[in-house]
C-alpha cells in the first residue's frame, strides 16, 4: 500500500474528499492547524493535513510542479546555443 499526505483547505473540503474516498483508504494520522493571525472570537476554518495508506491510485494527491520544471523549456534554447558556441570555439581554435 502507498502512503500520501494530502492538505485541505478547511475542514468541511476534507469531510467532502473523506465522503468521496470512502472505504478506499485507511487514515494513519490527521493534524488540524489554525490560520495564522486569526481572531478566536470570529470562526475560522482550520486546515487539515491527513496521512494516509490507499491501494488506489486515482487517491493519490496531485503533484505540483516546481516553477523551474515549468520554465526549464524556456531555458533549453539558452543551453542548445551555449552549447553550439562551445563547439563552434572548439572547432575554431584546432
Do not use: C
Request: hydrophobic content about 40%.
Amino acid at each position: 500500500m502507498a502512503t500520501y499526505t494530502q492538505r485541505f483547505e478547511s475542514e468541511d473540503d476534507y469531510e467532502a474528499w473523506l465522503a468521496s474516498a470512502g472505504h478506499r483508504i485507511n487514515v494513519v494520522t490527521i493534524q488540524a492547524s489554525e490560520v495564522k493571525g486569526s481572531n478566536r472570537s470570529v470562526y475560522t476554518p482550520r486546515r487539515v493535513q491527513v496521512r494516509y495508506t490507499t491501494n488506489d491510485s486515482s487517491l493519490a494527491p496531485r503533484r505540483a510542479h516546481t516553477p523551474l520544471a515549468q520554465q526549464s523549456w524556456k531555458l533549453a534554447p539558452v543551453f542548445t546555443l551555449g552549447a553550439l558556441l562551445a563547439l563552434l570555439a572548439a572547432y575554431a581554435v584546432s
